[in-house]
């Protein structure tokens, strides 16, 4: 919502304050679409080269992301230390048990109950391949941590090539935008016997391409990459709950603690209350 509030404030800040000043949107809307089509179109084909595949696909998607918000909140949090509650205490009362779920998580009744995680394919797998290594007895505490760190910086690496190619596009607006300036410039000149009313006109079109590469870049593309970007981070910040946990689960802390490093781990404004998360685990208890 304020995503969208701000694209429609930007805009209105904008034009309203050309007109109010006495500016003709005659001029704008006129050159708009040709100058749209050599920037827009020389900013897309520049991105389609310099990108893979997936690249794009992760910013189109990006787009909904950075308006939407955040994948994960503080339920969503509170809901993964449930689980790894659940998880842990079983991976030390009956670790035969645990076996069944890891390996086949989709059919778990432990996951099953929190759909939202089970449907993340990324949680689901770094939860499972980490207590089955620990059931391999690859439990070495540092060696784990350090492959998560490993793990999950990866992920955050791949995720955030979208932003930064969204970001590569702002960067080279402004100077689409003076190259289709010259070429008005150029069309101008070609048309240098024409009257002052005309040739003004001409001038103030290709004017706009540098108007609208600079605008595009600073007060549409940059901001939707710089918030795709804040998302992303904080997206991962789940992950990183999830390595505390089941490390501090290896050094063979009570589950509770475990739960709580993870619980302290957690950016503040997602960070489930202490109280709260105290209930739930008392209503998995007696659930169990």
Not at 108 to 136: G, Y
Not at 158 to 172: G, I, K, V
Not at 231 to 240: C, M
Not at 255 to 262: D, K, M, S
Request: proline residues 5%; hydrophobic residues 45%; contains cysteine.
């Amino acid at each position: 919502m304020l995503g969208m509030i701000g694209i429609v404030l930007t805009f209105a800040m904008v034009f309203g304050g050309y007109i109010l000043a006495g500016g003709k949107l005659g001029v704008i809307l006129h050159s708009l679409p040709y100058e749209m089509m050599m920037i827009g179109g020389a900013a897309v084909g520049s991105f389609l080269l310099s990108n893979e595949t997936s690249v794009i696909k992760q910013a189109l998607g990006g787009i909904g992301r950075s308006l939407k918000g955040p994948k994960w909140h503080e339920t969503d949090l509170q809901d993964v230390l449930c689980l790894l509650f659940q998880l842990l205490r079983m991976a030390r009362s009956n670790p035969a048990e645990l076996e069944s779920h890891i390996e086949d998580p989709d059919n778990s009744p432990v996951f099953q109950a929190f759909p939202r995680l089970l449907a993340d394919a990324q949680v689901v797998s770094l939860i499972a391949d980490t207590l089955r290594s620990a059931s391999l007895n690859y439990d070495d505490p540092y060696q784990v941590e350090e492959m998560l760190a490993q793990r999950i910086g990866l992920m955050k690496e791949e995720t955030l090539h979208a932003p930064h190619a969204l970001q590569s596009m702002a960067d080279a607006l402004p100077a689409l935008g003076i190259v289709a300036a010259v070429l008005g410039v150029i069309k101008t000149m070609s048309s240098i016997d024409q009257p002052p009313e005309v040739l003004g006109g001409m001038i103030g079109g290709a004017l706009v391409g540098t108007f609208l590469g600079v605008f595009l870049a600073y007060a549409i593309v940059a901001p939707f990459a710089h918030r795709l970007q804040s998302v992303t981070k904080q997206d991962h910040a789940l992950y990183d709950v999830i390595k505390s946990v089941l490390v501090a689960g290896l050094h063979q802390h009570a589950t509770n603690l475990c739960v709580e490093v993870g619980r302290q781990t957690a950016p503040e404004h997602v960070r489930p209350s202490f109280g709260d998360l105290e209930n739930a685990l008392r209503d998995l208890k007696r659930a169990s």
